[in-house]
Structure formats: C-alpha cells, structure tokens
C-alpha cells in the first residue's frame, strides 16, 4: 500500500510503499476513503505522544469501506462503509462495560498506537466495539472530519459541559475544533462566543452560529472582553486550541459555577499550565477534560447531521492528496486559513 511514513520525529514523513495490512481476528482492514489532517498528528509527529513507536504511519480522523475481517468480527462484514472514534475501546475492562470506552485503559488510536490512515489501507482492531455504520447520505470526507475534532467536540458541548439553551459559551480558538464547537452549541440552543487572533476565521466563526466574536489581540484582558458581552461571564467555555494562554482565560471567563472543557490537547512544555485555582474554589468551577467520543454516541451526532441542524461539511477548507498533506503535517503549528484539510486522493 501507499503510505505517509517518518523513522524519525520532526524529520520530513516520505511517501512509501508498505506491506498491506491483515486483520486481527477482532479486528477489520479499511481502503481508506478519506482522512483528516488534525493538528494531534503534528504532536505525533513532534514526539509529543508517548505512545507513537517508530517507524509510524500518522493518522487517525478517517472514513471507508471494510475489505477484511477477522474471524471473530459478527456486526460488520466486507463492503460496509464505516467511520470509527480516535480513541476505540478494548470492549473487555471495566470502563469500556460502564460505556466510556474513550479512557479505556487498553485503547486502541490508530495513528498513536498503532499505524494509523495516512495511507491507502489502515487495519482497526476491536471492531464489533468501535466501528461505526455510515449512511449512505454521508460521504466519505465529512465522515472523515467527525472522527476527531467535530465528535470529541460533540462529547466536550453535549455531555461534558452539558450545554443547554440560551447558555453563553466561550469558544477559544476558532480552527477545526472551535468551528465544530460552535456549530454544536448554536445547534443545542445556546449562544457562542468565539475568540481567536485571526478576523478570517472569526468570520468564518460567524458563519457558523457564533453570536460574538472577539480578536484576542485587540482587547486588553480577553476574559473581561467575555464578560462584558455574556453580562457576568460564560456558562460554558472550551479551551479548543491546547495553550496555557487560552486554558487560563477559558476558566478565568467563567461565571460562578461554570464549566471550563479542555479539548486542546496540553502536551510537551504546555503539559501543565497555569490556572486561577482561587476562582476554581471561590466560584464552585467544574473543569473537565473531553478526549473523542463512544462509537455508541455517534448515533445522536449522525441524528443531528440527518436533520439538518449541524453541518460538519461546511468545516472542510481544503481536499488534498497524500503528497500534499507532508507539508500541511510539518506546518500544522503555524497553519493559516480556515476550515479543515482532508486528504481524499492516495
């Protein structure tokens, strides 16, 4: 098959032929129709997850058709199109039976764990746990943009926080997972907020149900900037992009007893940022991590999609080959533009 691949981190991915996968007798082998290219895979790349081993294939956000199957997979048979979560549960330990397979303890991440979808085929184990039924009304590159930022979104909005209408929430960062994070909460009832350093993509925000937005390099104190439009502070706030600058003014922007989400991903020299613990205690804050989303949630998220009332696809900017997602990889820290990159030609 044709493969991203790097020996090395922070050493130019080449394009190579690798040998095809096969399938664990759990496990199911995908052609890869489309998959996203997510700012976690420059971590990876980076040498920011431990769990990468090299050599590596990266890749995780991913949509396709089952060409394989294990001898002991019973829910999906060769020709079904499927997506599956980022994080996919063993299906045996005690988290994975109470449904939160997303921290099970024995997870399964392609692209992390294992070699994941940049590539033409990508083999996925615990199949009967985590794969997901696509409709056919759902192509392959807006499936492919759910896997990650727009489900592990969904879980951070819906579940975690436990947005409902007519709550303020604050957005910070307005890329892939900020967008969807918007989308979903406008979707729910609630009012969003989007802040970012960039006017492209707080227009783009707007576009997206935000009903404010704020250029964090134009205003002296961002969370005074949140409190000043939601009249006392958000209910709700993500901190969507993973720095100790947004992470701090994400729980500083909060009302009494409201509800910070760390979706961004806080690792390397950002792994253990400050935070105003005296407001945390003082207010009754509730912070919560959000880390993908159960295969069997996705249902509710297809359901919303179905209806009308989210449209994952409008977050898709650019369609690229495999060739072309070396480049998007190694500048993912410094990428500009809006929307998401989705590779759909190997």
Not at 244 to 250: D, I, R
Request: glycine share 12%; hydrophobic share 40%; net charge negative.
């Amino acid at each position: 098959m044709k493969a991203m691949f790097y020996d090395a981190f922070e050493k130019a991915p080449e394009i190579r032929t690798l040998a095809d996968p096969t399938p664990t007798e759990d496990g199911v082998v995908i052609a890869v129709g489309a998959t996203g290219l997510c700012r976690s895979d420059w971590h990876g790349w980076m040498g920011h997850d431990p769990d990468i081993k090299l050599p590596h294939v990266p890749g995780h956000e991913l949509a396709g058709k089952v060409v394989a199957t294990g001898k002991g997979v019973v829910r999906f048979k060769v020709g079904d199109r499927v997506t599956v979560p980022f994080v996919s549960g063993c299906g045996h330990c005690g988290e994975c039976h109470s449904g939160n397979q997303q921290v099970c303890p024995n997870q399964f991440q392609p692209g992390f764990t294992h070699w994941g979808s940049f590539a033409e085929y990508v083999a996925i184990e615990y199949a009967d746990t985590n794969l997901v039924h696509l409709p056919d009304s759902i192509d392959d590159a807006t499936a492919a943009s759910l896997g990650c930022r727009f489900a592990t979104s969904f879980r951070a909005v819906a579940d975690q926080a436990r947005t409902g209408p007519g709550e303020w929430i604050a957005v910070h960062g307005c890329g892939g997972v900020g967008l969807s994070a918007i989308m979903i909460a406008t979707a729910l009832g609630a009012n969003a907020v989007g802040i970012d350093l960039s006017d492209e993509k707080l227009a783009f925000a707007r576009e997206c149900g935000a009903a404010a937005t704020i250029n964090a390099s134009r205003v002296a104190d961002v969370a005074e900037a949140v409190r000043e439009i939601t009249k006392g502070g958000a209910h709700v706030s993500i901190d969507a992009l993973g720095h100790p600058v947004t992470c701090f003014n994400s729980i500083k922007n909060l009302r009494r007893r409201g509800r910070h989400v760390q979706i961004g991903l806080m690792l390397g020299e950002h792994a253990t940022p400050q935070i105003p613990m005296a407001q945390v205690i003082g207010h009754e804050l509730e912070i919560y991590g959000s880390h993908g989303m159960q295969a069997w949630r996705y249902d509710a998220m297809l359901s919303m999609l179905a209806a009308g009332k989210i449209a994952p696809q409008k977050l898709i900017g650019r369609r690229i080959t495999l060739e072309e997602a070396i480049p998007g990889l190694m500048t993912m820290d410094r990428a500009e533009g809006i929307g998401i990159s989705v590779i759909t030609q190997f």
